[in-house]
């Protein structure tokens, strides 16, 4: 059974890079589905971040396109985001999750696989 | 970027049934919008509920449903239960490539 798990520093200061990894079991990254990522911070409702390919194709959030980075590690099956310059905003519980895609009369996607999140604090 | 609507909060009485909606503030939902319904409580990972508007995630109870409705997707919720009280939450995939999660809502049952 597939698992996905989150990983990385707990604590970051402000205006540093922020990294977090999501570990991949029970199956293989490459294939048709995408893996996105998913924060909540404090009191808020959950933000799509963005996703990736197993090839590398990324979209992004737009209002948080200029500061994050996703990529993918096949080799290890990881998948991994980059945050720069963060502040008390980015703060926040981060999940991992697939993105399958599924037939529903036609395409359709949605996350079907999450995480159990990692928590990061920003001093 | 594109905002999803949903109701902040909403109530129901145990045994009783809820609609909750969400759509687009800007307009109506296309075929390429891939409506799904996450539930998340107090302390869990998000779960999945419906996708394809309609279609049940597998594990689902029975009294969760989804529909389309006009512009916009429900999710029923018939014969509500306590540990139904959780946040709801929408997400919709938008014609710019990317994908925007109602604000959400809060459910109460009492």
């Known amino acids: 059974q597939v698992q996905l798990q989150e990983s990385g520093p707990g604590l970051v200061k402000a205006s540093e890079t922020l990294s977090l990894t999501c570990s991949v079991s029970?199956?293989?990254?490459?294939?048709?589905?995408?893996w996105t990522w998913v924060r909540q911070s404090p009191g808020k409702g959950l933000e799509w971040i963005g996703e990736?390919?197993?090839?590398?194709?990324?979209n992004y959030n737009p209002s948080l396109k200029s500061r994050v980075v996703i990529s993918v590690d096949t080799s290890r099956n990881q998948v991994s985001l980059v945050v720069t310059s963060v502040t008390a905003a980015d703060m926040a519980l981060y999940y991992c999750?697939?993105?399958?895609?599924?037939?529903?009369?036609?395409?359709?996607?949605?996350?079907?696989?999450w995480g159990r999140g990692t928590l990061v604090t920003v001093s | 970027q594109i905002g999803v609507t949903q109701e902040p909060s909403s109530s129901v009485s145990p045994g009783g049934t809820v609609t909750l909606t969400c759509g687009f503030y800007s307009g109506p939902l296309s075929d390429k919008s891939f409506p799904s319904w996450y539930q998340l409580c107090p302390g869990q990972t998000p779960r999945p509920l419906i996708y394809g508007a309609s279609v049940r995630s597998s594990g689902v109870p029975g009294r969760f449903s989804g529909a389309t409705l006009g512009d916009k997707v429900a999710l029923t919720i018939t014969g509500a239960q306590p540990e139904d009280e959780c946040d709801y939450y929408c997400v919709l995939y938008t014609n710019g490539g990317d994908w925007v999660f109602g604000g959400g809502t809060r459910l109460t049952v009492l």
């Open positions: 029970g199956g293989s990254i490459s294939g048709p589905d995408w």
């Open positions: 990736i390919s197993h090839s590398g194709t990324a």
């Open positions: 999750a697939r993105d399958r895609k599924v037939y529903v009369d036609g395409e359709s996607w949605y996350f079907d696989l």
